[in-house]
Every structure is written in structure tokens, then in C-alpha cells.
């Protein structure tokens, strides 16, 4: 049997009890749902370097870079949430997708982005929900071929949204970030019709 549409998920932010990371947790798990094979990874397992084009001359791409974009490659699909900070999308974010945009001798530019889809969310505790951010994250992954689906969330008020389970207390939230991975899993499978509904 084909395989499922592949996934790969993760968080704008470092920090442990994120607010980007419950969200995009409950997004997986309506990906999951659809039938999708997701794997959830977290930034800061794959610490790099602020990036540096006189880094990258002497020593290359550093070993997690190579390992970001090779999670990337394999996947078929982002689904991805970001922090807000000053309105533009978390550095750490920003740093991760510079260094995965750097091809490396007889790679094809943009390998790990082009034909990708993605789905974007944010979380922030302020009212506006990260959303100002979303618009400048949206432009840059266009811009390297990555396909950006118009749905999107972005959660205001985070800090008091989730319950101790990390399900959010409002269930027409819950039910919109669940229905964000399952609509990832549903377009990658026209994308991809060999995968299994
Ligand atoms: C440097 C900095 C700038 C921030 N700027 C914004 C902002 O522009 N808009 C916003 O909604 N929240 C802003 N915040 C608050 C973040 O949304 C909040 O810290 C959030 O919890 C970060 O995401 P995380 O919980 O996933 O780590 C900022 C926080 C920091 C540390």
C-alpha cells in the first residue's frame, strides 16, 4: 500500500512550555487523525548557529542543519507555528529555515521547500494572536517554493486558552486547530493521489 502523506511538524519557539508547541501538538493530532504519518520535532534538539556565511565557507552547513533539511526532504508537508516577536516571525525560526535554504554541492537549490505545502498557526498572549506575523512567514516561504494554504490560526489570548491536558479550553478552537492538520493531510493527498485515503 502507498504511503500515507508524511508530515513534519514543529514550533517557532525554544522555550519548554511554549505556547507555539501546545498549539501545533493539537494540529498534529487532527493530522494524525486523517490518516496522516506526522513527525513532531522541537527546534531546540536541533540547536544551530546564528547563521554565518564565514561559518558556513569554512566548516559547510553545520550537522543539524544538514539534519533539519534531510527531516524536510523526507516530509511532504509543514505544518508549522510561530511565535510573534515585535510582529515578525521568531528568529530561531527565521535562523533554522536560512541555514535549510543553503544548498550544498550538487544539491538543487531549495530542495527541502519546493513542491512542500504548509500550514501556518501562531499563539501569542496578546489579542491579535501572532497574526501579524503570519503575512511576513507566508511571503518568505512563497518565495522559496514552498505552497502556503490560505488556513490558517492564530490563537490570541494563549496563555489562558489551553487546559492542563493541553487541549484548548474552547472546543470550536480545538475543532479549528485539529481541522488545520487534517486539511494539510487532505490537499497533500491530491497532491500525492498514491496516498491512501
Ligand atoms: C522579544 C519578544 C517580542 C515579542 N513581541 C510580540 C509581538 O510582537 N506580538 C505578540 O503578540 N507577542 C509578542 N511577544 C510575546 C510572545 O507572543 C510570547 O512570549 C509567546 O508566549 C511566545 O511564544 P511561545 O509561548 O511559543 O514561546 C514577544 C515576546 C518577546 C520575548
Redesign the pocket.
Known amino acids: 500500500m502507498s504511503p500515507a502523506p508524511r508530515i513534519l511538524a514543529f514550533?517557532g519557539?525554544l522555550?519548554r512550555?511554549?505556547?507555539?508547541?501546545k498549539l501545533v501538538r493539537i494540529a498534529v493530532e487532527g493530522a494524525r487523525a486523517a490518516g496522516g504519518e506526522v513527525t513532531l520535532i522541537d527546534l531546540k534538539e536541533l540547536p544551530l548557529p546564528v547563521y554565518d556565511g564565514d561559518l558556513e565557507a569554512a566548516e559547510g552547513l553545520p550537522a543539524n542543519a544538514k539534519k533539519l533539511k534531510e527531516l524536510m526532504k523526507s516530509h511532504q508537508g509543514f505544518l508549522i507555528s510561530s511565535?510573534?516577536?515585535?510582529?515578525m516571525p521568531s528568529g530561531a525560526l527565521k535562523n533554522a529555515l536560512d541555514w535549510a535554504s543553503r544548498a550544498e554541492p550538487g544539491e538543487a537549490p531549495l530542495a527541502c521547500f519546493k513542491g512542500k505545502v504548509c500550514v501556518l498557526m501562531s499563539?501569542?498572549?496578546?489579542a491579535?494572536?501572532?497574526m501579524?506575523?503570519l503575512p511576513v512567514l507566508r511571503n518568505m516561504l512563497l518565495n522559496i517554493h514552498v505552497i502556503v494554504l490560505p488556513d490558517q490560526l492564530g490563537l490570541m489570548k494563549?496563555?489562558e486558552a489551553f487546559d492542563e491536558t493541553g487541549r484548548l479550553k474552547d472546543p470550536k478552537q480545538q475543532a479549528t486547530a485539529e481541522a488545520l492538520g487534517a486539511r494539510l493531510v487532505d490537499v497533500l493527498r491530491k497532491f500525492h493521489p498514491e496516498s491512501p485515503s
Open positions: 514550533a519557539s522555550r512550555d511554549s505556547l507555539n508547541k511565535p510573534e516577536y515585535n510582529s499563539a501569542s498572549p496578546g491579535l494572536g501572532g501579524r506575523a494563549a496563555n
